[in-house]
């Protein structure tokens, strides 16, 4: 049965403990992402969440990854979680503008987390999906918008034209209701299924592609997955990526269907250094293999 590309990857690549245990010994810091880049098809990146990057840092990503590799993006906290989504047009073109276009064809999709304490408005969240760019020509257009904390270090170009992906990580129950899944749909923006303990654990599905966090089940970002959990996801995988649905899938509204979807899942559970292992097992339980990695 044909279905869509499914990515297994990692949530960051700098962690002290992780050295020494996946990454080997000796191996030096600076080739730390090319080294994970060969086991996994995607990584998000964590570092623009908490502060404006520079082009030269995502021109350095872009050449340090295999052919056929795509970040996710994490969106500035600055938006999500200080501003709330309240006047967010310059801050978002100053994010766009901070060298995201860099990234060509490994640029993949854009991650909006919220805090725990963020509620479901309407108004602003419609606000904000409308004014999100939804292809590299748009987020050009917005990104020549920057004020004047990007002058001299704004990347204002894009070799690629594509579509641009956005999920929404949520973290309030106030969001358990269906108008806000319906204007997710209406915006084509997955809503990301999380699998903690703390937040509201949702599969519906919203776009066309699915987005998956896993931060540990048990302890946040510490706790790893056994074999049964592992078996459990990759049914889930499987089921979205083939454009159906899980049975145990929790949902506000009823099930979609469609022919099949992009699936990305990143391990979050790094506390402990078991993400990378964890990514692995399931990638290999789904057949998954990295672009980098020898046939």
């Not at 191996?27 to 990057?53: D, M, W």
């Not at 309240?86 to 909006?112: C, H, M, Q, Y």
């Not at 990514?279 to 990695?293: D, F, H, M, Q, T």
Request: proline share 6%; charged share 30%; with cysteine.
């Amino acid at each position: 049965m044909k279905q869509g590309t499914v990515r297994i990857g990692i949530s960051g690549w700098t962690y002290a403990p992780w050295r020494g245990v996946f990454y080997p010994k000796k191996l030096p810091h600076k080739r730390e992402l090319a080294y994970a880049a060969k086991h996994f098809g995607s990584i998000e990146v964590n570092g623009t969440f908490y502060g404006l990057q520079r082009p030269e840092n995502f021109g350095r990503w872009r050449d340090e990854t295999p052919d056929g590799f795509v970040f996710a993006i994490k969106g500035s906290r600055y938006i999500t979680h200080m501003l709330k989504l309240r006047d967010v047009e310059t801050p978002l073109a100053n994010f766009l503008a901070s060298g995201l276009l860099r990234l060509g064809p490994k640029l993949g999709p854009i991650l909006w987390q919220f805090a725990p304490q963020m509620k479901f408005d309407p108004e602003r969240f419609r606000s904000f999906l409308a004014l999100l760019p939804r292809d590299t020509n748009e987020a050009l257009k917005l990104a020549q918008r920057h004020d004047a904390r990007l002058a001299g270090r704004a990347w204002l170009e894009s070799d690629v034209q594509q579509p641009l992906r956005h999920a929404v990580e949520i973290r309030h129950d106030s969001f358990r209701v269906p108008e806000f899944i319906k204007l997710l749909r209406e915006f084509d923006t997955a809503l990301v299924c999380a699998d903690t303990v703390e937040w509201p654990l949702l599969m519906d599905l919203t776009a066309d592609f699915a987005y998956v966090r896993l931060h540990g089940s048990e302890q946040l970002y510490v706790s790893g997955y056994d074999d049964e959990a592992l078996d459990g996801w990759a049914r889930r995988v499987r089921a979205w990526a083939q454009g159906e649905e899980p049975e145990d899938a929790g949902r506000v509204l009823g099930p979609t269907r469609r022919k099949r979807r992009d699936v990305f899942v990143f391990f979050d559970n790094d506390a402990k250094v078991r993400a990378p292992a964890d990514a692995a097992g399931l990638a290999e339980r789904l057949g998954v293999r990295a672009p980098g990695s020898p046939i």
